[in-house]
């Protein structure tokens, strides 16, 4: 297992536009967990599967983000109409049951919308 | 509601020194607490997971301590190299994570 893998590593579009990002997750985790970062601060929560099941949403994810985990496998994150202030990196991790569990995290999709 | 502090925001020291990077949190109840390292325009690579239960945990040149009671954690680094120049990030929390600001380390030879 090489990992969370994430896919694009980088997107650039324009203002209006829609965006997919997608996560594989480690294997075995059940747990996948979406973060979006800006510059000079630290990671910041969006949402979290346990398998398919979508079980928190943040108040920071608004009626234009929508994530899926349709087979408790991968995941994707959708952005619609986007806007300048979604530019940011977005984060995906993983853990085994979450609880007292390590998170591990990909390498991340660094949106720019222009 | 959590709030994690990470200090100080920036440090910058000669290869070999010593050193030591602090994250405080307001609320003592958590599961467990994080240090992660990033890379500039890179991801997060976990360093160490202390778990509610621990008080410390070791990997090669890195100590991190826990101390619930009041509200502190400590990332070690001994003997630090010109590879350890990054962004630490401390976390804390169990289904999310809540994270500091990060210290930024900059190691020169």
């Known amino acids: 297992d090489t990992g969370v893998s994430q896919d694009p590593r980088h997107k650039i579009t324009k203002r209006g536009q829609n965006v997919t990002f997608r996560c594989d997750p480690i294997?075995?985790?059940?747990?996948l967990y979406w973060y979006r970062q800006t510059l000079g601060q630290g990671p910041e929560f969006l949402t979290y599967?346990?398998?398919?099941?979508?079980?928190?949403k943040s108040r920071l994810l608004s009626d234009r983000f929508s994530a899926e985990r349709p087979k408790g496998s991968f995941s994707t994150l959708e952005i619609q109409r986007t806007e300048q202030g979604d530019s940011a990196m977005y984060l995906c991790?993983?853990?085994?049951?979450?609880?007292?569990?390590?998170?591990?995290f990909g390498q991340g999709t660094r949106l720019t919308v222009v | 509601k959590q709030e994690v502090t990470q200090i100080p925001a920036a440090l910058s020291v000669p290869e070999g020194e010593n050193l030591v990077l602090n994250c405080s949190f307001t609320?003592?109840?958590?599961?467990?607490l994080q240090w992660f390292r990033q890379d500039p325009g890179k991801g997060l690579t976990s360093l160490l997971l202390?778990?509610?239960?621990?008080r410390e945990q070791t990997s090669g040149r890195l100590n991190a301590s826990l101390d619930k009671s009041s509200g502190r954690s400590t990332l070690y680094i001994a003997a630090s190299q010109p590879g350890d120049s990054a962004t630490y990030l401390c976390?804390?929390?169990?289904?999310?994570?809540?994270f500091g600001t990060g210290t930024r380390l900059q190691v020169f030879p």
């Open positions: 976390a804390v929390g169990a289904d999310k994570l809540i």
């Open positions: 599967f346990q398998n398919e099941a979508q079980l928190e």
């Open positions: 609320d003592s109840a958590i599961y467990n």
């Open positions: 294997s075995e985790h059940n747990r």
């Open positions: 991790a993983s853990s085994f049951l979450g609880g007292e569990t390590e998170a591990f």
């Open positions: 202390i778990q509610s239960s621990q």
